[in-house]
């Protein structure tokens, strides 16, 4: 009997909790996970958004499988993720560096660097179509850095930054990475005032060059916060799309083509949406099979 | 514990109820659109239309355009469509809509009073969204949609420029044109801009091109898959575009230059000639309001066909079919279409009005655009379309061709692979 009324007691406190925990669990099942199945139901259907769906079994993967555009489009947003991956994080860290140090206007330069990354991506593109204009009126270059490049002698220079498929992809990634170098500065910032300043008197006693308290010091304390702005990099720029629009709309031919491109164009110029839930769902994939792979780095580098 | 599962309870039939009951009649209409310009008009006219029927209109702005879109077709998986709404895409996805249920058939009451509404409006502005008998997509013959104006696409010159590199008449051919273009050119003047970052307006211009060169018949054979890509007369429009990228006609950057640039940069006098929509008058208007130019047909390269301009019904809305107030939502279309409430669109807005009589108010300039209105032709009227994957490789090689990296046989050769693959999956 004591064994039933404890029983009973038990079951009515889990009953308790897990209607606590109901309306979260109703929010993810309706927000994540239906979406999700939905999705991945939808990829394997010919249909145009509305009216009749075809089941058409894996025809949508195995067209995906041959489609070169969408390749040549995963290429491009790599491209931008590698762009990223080294310049961007590079000058964050650069950046973040010199304003970890005693130097004047530290509060000012903080908050300068931190302003791309809060402007919206449309204001971005605008300001740096503005910025990358190739025409000429009146004489003079429209854009500014034409303009800048041929008043300073450097009339050779002068190009159609977007215009031009050797150049365009790699104009994106750079206005890319000048978007979104602020926050890996603040990220790396912030890492970087959580270092003990005793390991740096340490080193300083030891005699340690500069270099060698950066490679001993600095970089092993910073490596998890690294790998965590790595992360953030890879799924921020292989995601990149309002810019590319804002840039080059509906892209310099295929050349400026990323996945996110790719599956609005099929969505909206030839309202394959089954298709476009296939190209999501590979993608997904991929994204996914990436942040494993970059997790398991994060946790060897722990580790050593 | 019971006063928390009662809570839950609640919440959940508060939910269901909310799914599950019906839309009653109500004086309230409710309007999605997605035109900016036209916003703060379409408000005061609902103002107007509640103080004379005490319907009262909310209008919804939901902007730019493919956002729209998106949105329609997210509410219509959803049924939860306004009132009135607009489907800005293909015909079939319209054909789809109607098969769906989701759109009236307004052909009794266009039709009503000896048919006094439809005799109203510009036919080539109800065929847009009208499915005549044996129509192609399998839906019921009738009239689905309300024009509330009429738009078409021309080539626009800046009076000025032209006077300034010594030319005193705009251009008649091709010919013309390109000899106009170098006439501009020494002069320091760019000839030509347009927005063909946008594909639309890319095929718009290159379908004006192609029927002056081959004729319709033979556009549509090439669309069921009875003539090729790599036919000569396809090679020729795209031998167009590789002229105006060869004579330096074209602005720096024009394929990857959004309609919003090309009309800033025609507006601020960067370029001579334009191609642009009817609805442009209000945007130049508003950019620069000294702005003098004038309007022309694409010049034709060809005299054996003639060239067809892009036209119909501008912004078009449907109704609702499984709206209770359907009636409620026609009657305020017709009252919207009306000379009075087209006259104040169209001096308000600067678009060329779906109702004839309103035509006598409208500026010289978009006369100008109506006079072309008798030329045209569009997509949506046409009795097929060709496969979007094809027209996308087909705007997109036009785009290689003016950068200089492939040929027009190559392009063609391209144009040709992706038509294949379509027709051996079935879809033409």
Known sequence: MNRKVKGAAIFKDNLQNFFFVVPALAIFCIFYIYPFYKMINLSFYDWRGIGPMYFIGLQNYKELASDHLWWDSMWHAGYITLIALTFQNALAFALALACDREIRLKRFYRMVFFIPPVLSEIVVGFIWNWILNPQMQNGQYIGLLNHLLYSSGFPQLVHNWLGDPHTALTTIAIVHSWKGFGWGFIML?????????????????????????????????????????????????????????????????????????????????????????AEVVIFGMILVCVSFIMKKLSDKAKQA | MRKLIMLCSCFMLIVLAGCSQPPKPSNKIILWHWMTDRNDTFQKLAQQYKQETGIEVTIQLFAPSDSYSQKVIAAAQANVLPDIYGVLDKKSIVADF??????????????????????????????????????????????????????????????????????????????????????????????????????????????????????????????????????????????????????????????????????????????????????????????????????????????????????????????NAGSPNKDKAIAFLKWLTTKEQQVVLAQETNNLPSNKEALSVISPILEEFAKGMDQSTHPNIWPLNEDPSVSEAFDKGIQDIIIGEKTQEQVAQDVQKVKDFQMAKGNH
């Open chain 1, 189 to 277: 910032l912030a890492g970087l005032q959580t270092i003990d300043r005793q390991f740096y008197e340490a080193a300083k006693v030891d005699g340690a060059s500069a270099w060698k308290t950066f490679t001993n010091v600095t970089i092993p304390m910073m490596l998890p916060v690294i790998l965590v702005v790595m992360i953030l990099t890879i799924l921020g720029s292989m995601q990149v799309f309002v810019l590319i629009i804002a840039m080059v709309n509906e892209g310099l031919v295929n050349h400026t083509d990323v996945p996110v491109t790719r599956i609005f164009s099929a969505m909206q110029n030839t309202n394959r949406f089954g298709y476009a839930c």
């Open chain 2, 98 to 319: 109607i098969k769906a249920g989701l759109v009236a058939d307004l052909t009794d009451a266009m039709q009503a009073d000896g048919a006094s509404w439809e005799s109203s409006l510009f036919d080539k502005a109800l065929a847009d969204k009208r499915f005549d008998a044996g129509n192609s997509y399998g839906v019921k013959p009738g009239i689905y949609g309300v024009p509330i104006d009429v738009t078409n696409e021309q080539m626009v010159y800046n009076k000025k420029l032209l006077a300034k590199a010594g030319i005193a008449t705009p251009p008649r051919t091709y010919e013309e044109f390109i000899k106009d273009a170098q006439a501009l050119k020494r002069v320091g003047i760019t000839p030509f801009v347009s927005g063909w970052g946008e594909l639309w307006l890319l095929d718009c211009f290159a379908s004006n091109y192609a029927f002056n060169i081959m004729g319709e018949e033979k556009i549509f054979a090439t669309y069921r898959g009875q003539v090729k890509y790599t036919d000569s007369d396809w090679i020729k429009v795209f031998n167009v575009f590789a002229e105006l990228r060869n004579k330096g006609v074209l602005i720096d950057g024009i394929v990857t230059k959004g309609n919003k640039y090309a009309e800033q940069d025609f507006a601020l006098e960067r370029a001579a000639f334009a191609f642009n929509g009817s609805w442009s008058v209000n945007v130049y208007h508003d950019m620069n309001p000294s702005l003098d130019y004038g309007v022309i047909p694409p010049p034709p390269v060809s005299t054996l066909h003639p060239l067809k301009i892009w036209g119909s019904a501008g912004s078009t809305f449907v109704v």
